[in-house]
Protein backbone atom coordinates (compact mmCIF):
# COMPACT_ATOMS: atom_id res chain seq x y z
CA UNK A 1 0.00 0.00 0.00
CA UNK A 2 1.11 3.44 -0.62
CA UNK A 3 1.55 6.11 1.34
CA UNK A 4 -1.04 7.97 0.31
CA UNK A 5 -3.31 4.89 0.23
CA UNK A 6 -2.72 4.67 3.89
CA UNK A 7 -3.49 8.57 4.49
CA UNK A 8 -6.65 8.24 2.14
CA UNK A 9 -7.60 5.06 4.21
CA UNK A 10 -7.25 6.70 7.81
CA UNK A 11 -8.75 10.07 6.80
CA UNK A 12 -12.21 8.36 5.04
CA UNK A 13 -11.90 5.87 8.11
CA UNK A 14 -12.94 8.75 10.26
CA UNK A 15 -16.64 8.89 10.68
CA UNK A 16 -16.81 12.41 12.35
CA UNK A 17 -14.50 14.05 9.13
CA UNK A 18 -16.68 11.62 6.61
CA UNK A 19 -19.93 13.66 8.41
CA UNK A 20 -17.99 17.32 7.62
CA UNK A 21 -17.20 16.42 4.13
CA UNK A 22 -20.35 14.70 2.47
CA UNK A 23 -18.73 14.95 -1.08
CA UNK A 24 -15.65 11.98 0.08
CA UNK A 25 -12.29 12.00 0.28
CA UNK A 26 -10.49 11.17 -3.02
CA UNK A 27 -6.93 10.43 -4.25
CA UNK A 28 -7.76 12.34 -7.81
CA UNK A 29 -9.10 15.57 -9.28
CA UNK A 30 -12.59 16.11 -8.76
CA UNK A 31 -14.96 15.69 -12.17
CA UNK A 32 -18.50 15.11 -12.42
CA UNK A 33 -17.47 11.96 -14.81
CA UNK A 34 -14.91 10.19 -11.75
CA UNK A 35 -15.88 11.24 -8.76
CA UNK A 36 -19.83 11.78 -8.75
CA UNK A 37 -20.15 11.19 -5.26
CA UNK A 38 -18.95 14.56 -5.06
CA UNK A 39 -21.57 16.03 -6.34
CA UNK A 40 -25.41 16.55 -4.88
CA UNK A 41 -28.22 15.99 -6.70
CA UNK A 42 -28.65 19.52 -8.19
CA UNK A 43 -24.75 18.38 -9.55
CA UNK A 44 -24.00 20.97 -6.66
CA UNK A 45 -20.50 20.23 -5.37
CA UNK A 46 -20.25 19.22 -1.53
CA UNK A 47 -17.67 19.50 0.69
CA UNK A 48 -15.24 17.75 0.23
CA UNK A 49 -10.91 16.39 -0.03
CA UNK A 50 -8.25 15.53 -2.54
CA UNK A 51 -4.90 14.21 -1.29
CA UNK A 52 -2.05 14.48 -3.25
CA UNK A 53 1.54 14.02 -3.40
CA UNK A 54 4.13 16.60 -4.26
CA UNK A 55 7.91 16.28 -3.75
CA UNK A 56 10.46 13.64 -2.39
CA UNK A 57 13.94 15.09 -1.11
CA UNK A 58 16.31 12.77 1.03
CA UNK A 59 17.22 13.31 4.62
CA UNK A 60 19.21 12.47 7.33
CA UNK A 61 20.33 10.91 9.27
CA UNK A 62 19.80 7.96 7.33
CA UNK A 63 20.81 7.21 3.63
CA UNK A 64 17.92 5.59 3.00
CA UNK A 65 15.39 8.56 4.53
CA UNK A 66 13.07 10.88 2.65
CA UNK A 67 10.54 13.90 3.19
CA UNK A 68 7.65 13.47 1.45
CA UNK A 69 5.62 16.23 1.24
CA UNK A 70 1.62 15.99 0.38
CA UNK A 71 -1.36 18.49 0.34
CA UNK A 72 -4.93 17.91 1.25
CA UNK A 73 -7.24 19.68 -0.60
CA UNK A 74 -10.66 20.79 0.58
CA UNK A 75 -13.33 22.25 -2.18
CA UNK A 76 -17.06 23.55 -1.62
CA UNK A 77 -18.61 24.67 1.92
CA UNK A 78 -16.10 23.38 3.56
CA UNK A 79 -14.97 25.02 6.90
CA UNK A 80 -13.01 25.05 9.43
CA UNK A 81 -13.92 21.66 11.50
CA UNK A 82 -12.61 19.59 8.57
CA UNK A 83 -9.50 21.06 8.12
CA UNK A 84 -8.78 20.86 12.25
CA UNK A 85 -10.17 16.83 11.79
CA UNK A 86 -7.41 16.33 9.26
CA UNK A 87 -4.86 18.31 11.61
CA UNK A 88 -5.81 16.21 14.56
CA UNK A 89 -5.60 12.77 12.58
CA UNK A 90 -2.47 13.39 10.46
CA UNK A 91 -0.26 15.96 12.38
CA UNK A 92 2.32 13.77 14.45
CA UNK A 93 1.04 10.83 13.93
CA UNK A 94 2.14 7.64 11.97
CA UNK A 95 0.69 6.58 9.16
CA UNK A 96 1.72 3.07 7.44
CA UNK A 97 4.73 1.37 8.25
CA UNK A 98 7.55 3.05 6.64
CA UNK A 99 6.39 6.93 8.27
CA UNK A 100 8.23 7.83 11.10
CA UNK A 101 6.13 10.77 11.42
CA UNK A 102 3.78 13.09 9.33
CA UNK A 103 3.84 17.11 10.24
CA UNK A 104 1.52 19.75 9.42
CA UNK A 105 3.63 22.74 7.51
CA UNK A 106 1.01 25.31 6.24
CA UNK A 107 -2.35 26.35 5.32
CA UNK A 108 -3.43 28.05 2.47
CA UNK A 109 -6.60 29.89 2.98
CA UNK A 110 -9.26 31.75 1.25
CA UNK A 111 -8.55 30.53 -2.65
CA UNK A 112 -10.80 29.52 -5.35
CA UNK A 113 -10.62 26.86 -7.46
CA UNK A 114 -10.92 28.28 -11.28
CA UNK A 115 -11.87 24.71 -13.16
CA UNK A 116 -14.63 23.89 -10.54
CA UNK A 117 -15.38 27.55 -9.56
CA UNK A 118 -15.47 26.50 -5.48
CA UNK A 119 -13.89 27.56 -2.68
CA UNK A 120 -10.54 26.05 -1.67
CA UNK A 121 -8.43 25.52 1.37
CA UNK A 122 -5.05 23.62 0.88
CA UNK A 123 -2.97 22.20 3.91
CA UNK A 124 0.54 20.90 3.21
CA UNK A 125 1.93 17.80 5.38
CA UNK A 126 5.59 16.51 5.26
CA UNK A 127 5.97 12.94 6.05
CA UNK A 128 9.56 11.47 7.17
CA UNK A 129 9.92 8.17 6.06
CA UNK A 130 11.81 5.40 5.24
CA UNK A 131 12.30 5.15 1.67
Known sequence: ?????????????DA????????GIYAEAISRQDTP???????ELQPCAVVTLETETPTGPYANA????FSVYF?????DDARERVFALLHR?????RVWTI???DD????????LNVGMILSRYVATRLR
Open 108 to 115: VLNQTDPG
Open 1 to 13: MSLRDDILSALQA
Open 66 to 69: ARLF
Open 93 to 97: QKIGT
Open 16 to 23: HLNTLLLG
Open 37 to 43: DAFDANS
Open 75 to 79: YGNVD
Open 103 to 105: EHA
